[in-house]
């Protein structure tokens, strides 16, 4: 079966730490580039980050960068995105998806993204 899964969202204090994975099943998730995304209630859905699938290249939200650290585990058919430092306003849900390619240009566009997985909640709150 095709699809992405993320996983390790939960509830977290301010300042704190969480680690959220997006691993694959039925294709090589190194082919692709992939990207985090979030949606708070209210809100739309906004680029967070993405990994180049071509080169070490990362893409940050101005808000998290310093944060937010994003690293693939080939071995594992998986994409982390590291969260440090929480705060209230990152809150949301989070996704994980696929494009061919991602870069200064066309990282943060949804539109570029084709293949998503349903997501893991974050909640940051003391």
């Known amino acids: 079966q095709v699809q992405l899964v993320e996983s390790g969202g939960g509830l977290v204090k301010p300042g704190g730490s969480l680690r959220l994975s997006c691993i694959a099943s039925?294709?090589?998730?190194?082919?692709?580039?992939v990207g985090w995304f979030r949606q708070a209630p209210g809100k739309e859905r906004e680029a967070v980050s993405c990994i180049s699938s071509t080169s070490p290249n990362t893409y940050y939200l101005d808000s998290v960068k310093g944060r937010f650290t994003l690293s693939r585990d080939s071995a594992k058919n998986a994409v982390y995105l590291q969260v440090n430092n929480v705060k209230p306003e990152d809150t949301a849900n989070y996704s994980c998806?696929?494009?061919?390619?991602?870069?200064?240009?066309?990282?943060?566009?949804?539109?570029?993204?084709?293949?998503w997985g349903k997501g893991t909640q974050v909640t940051v709150s003391s």
């Open positions: 039925g294709f090589t998730l190194d082919t692709y580039a």
């Open positions: 998806a696929t494009t061919w390619e991602c870069d200064i240009s066309n990282w943060y566009k949804r539109t570029e993204y084709s293949f």
